[in-house]
């Protein structure tokens, strides 16, 4: 396993427990990608045959060779303006106007352990997991000089990819830097992408793949609800468990795109990076530009494996902290239970009854500073708010304390309200395009971080709040997407770089933070999970899912978020019924089983609750605790799509010793079938015992023969399974 170079046919190979990665220099120098897959132990070159194609042309040098063609040979970074076509990695415009790069193998390097990128996120390793292979390619006329690289985890089937450019000794200026180009030169394939809108992410879409080019992207200066910038293109028969799937994500939180050609041959090439169109860099003579990573792994075994690989490179290799593989605190969030209409005694009232029921953290939304009595003002006035809080952030924080829980604060710093104190003094600092009237999103502008001195005052304002207080989490949320993005810093013909500059400058503060204030519990939130990906899961090891928290809606982003980001990473809350997004009514239990598959909390108000209700809650609670690491650590498995008339889903410890099975009856009916269920990843050898009835069946029985539930009527009933192994045969 690992990477091997033979030198005699100048030929790349990258082997990971199941899967194995090639590409070669050929003759003219170009790096050709020749094969992506399940492991084969063979030089897979004979792949790839050529012939003349009409208008397809050739590269100098190549004229007496009408089969080579850039067009329809398969690349590792493919670049516009020398004969191909189709979608590229690399767009320049050269100094003297022309907008053509040829790149050339020049050589390699391997390196132990894993590349870092300047100032942005990246996989890393944890010791001895990863190698680092960088291939250098160069411009023959330019001197533009493109080293990729590759970190390779093998006994994670994960490879790492980004690209550093730097120019020759004449400026270039970049007019698209894509991070990684994939070819798949063969087979029938399906892409699977994951769109939305607020209050419903992450919706899992599966479309064969047209004589097109497809596009996943946003330019929205975030991640965005509406496009998560991970893709899986996979066998038109693969499912959860069979069959070829290649998974792409990217490590970034600002404009991105995907895009995808299947060509006129049938080869698919997929380039994935910062999006192009909101984006353009100058490179000074020498100067180099890092594009962000790109996480790729290959299940020849279906979505599951590849989920699961996703999973676990995300929750060991992209979260940090030490929070990072530790149980999180049961919270209750404010938001849903007082929205801005809160006092003191109001949350105190709150915050009591909550540390009655067992809850261990209280956390204070919006609303607690300047002149935030709604959304209309006080945003980037982090003072708190005295009529409304008269003992104060630390006096608050003593009283909850008192109380046995943690405290927890919202905050929005990239924003700021035209009617704050913020904007009055520095009103060059937001997001404005000079003489017109900017765009306006919920009342906010957003503030300039590519400029230092916004992020210095930032930092300022946002530590001095951590230091001068006893805070243990911090909700960070981004409430708007972005338009007018104009630097008064920067001059006109650097305008094209200021989105990219903003996402390096949110990497610093957050950094900064972080780093700094270990002991705080970060949770990363742009209007639910606006920002869902794993940079920012690098500074928060979990994220607000979505604004959406109706438990059946729940059902259907919590299934998509899945297919890319572990459980450890969404956040999730029971919330009041009928629910505030939808008006549908749920029952408590339905709510609790949903929002466990996540990072567990209430966002309701709990005053307003019966007896019997709270009795359920602090029951609830016991059985979270009961079932967090299993939720946590454990593999998940998928044992429905969310198009039934149900939901299932399970986890299975990582020593298969116990198992969690989880259904929510979503349309129950009168006389229907058996709800049956095939479960997954259990010992098949091994018994398990239902842990409330008492009921024995082996592993195998489960996943072979499968699990046939009672009947379950009413509204949206839910049930929990907990199956132990008792024996082995
Ligand atoms: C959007 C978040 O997703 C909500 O949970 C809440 O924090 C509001 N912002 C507050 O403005």
Redesign the pocket.
Known sequence: MGIRFDRERRLFTIETANTAYQMAADSHDVLQHLYYGRRTGSDMSYMHRRCDRGFSGNIDGAEENRSYSLDTICQEYACAGTGDYRVPALVVRNDDGSTCADLRYRGYEIREGKYAIPGMPAVYDNGGEAQTLIISLEDPVSGLAVQLFYGVFPDMDIITRAAQIRSGSRPVTLERAMSACVELPFGQWDLIHFHGRHCMERQFERTPLPHAIQTVASRRGMTSHHHNPFVILCDRHADEDHGDCLGMILVYSGDHRTEIERDQTDSVRAVMGIHDGTFSWELQPGETFFTPEVILTFSSKGLTRLSHNCHRIIRNNICRGRYKLARRPVLI?N?EATYFDFNEDKIMGLARQAADLGIEMFVL??GWFGARNN?RAGLGDWKVNLEKLPSGLVGLAEQIHALGMRFGL?I?PEMVNEDSDLYRAHPDWAFTVPGRGPVRSRHQLVLDLSREDVRDYLYGAISAILRENAIDYI?W?F?RAMEDVFSRALPAGRQGEVRHRYVLGLYRLLDRLTSEFTQVLFEG????GGRFDPAMLYYSPQI?CS?DTDAIERLKIQYGTSFGYPVSAVGSHVSASPNHQTGRSTPLHTRAVVAMSGTFGYELDLNSLSEEEKEEIRGQIAVYHKYADLIRSGDYYRLTETDLDYTAWQFVAPDLSESLVNLVVTHPLANGPFIHVKLKGLDPRAVYEDEASGDRFTGAALMYGGYTFPVMTGDYPALQIHLVRVLFE
């Open positions: 969030n938001w939304d919006d959304d919202w929005e909700k949320d409430n939130c742009a209007g639910g607000w604004d």
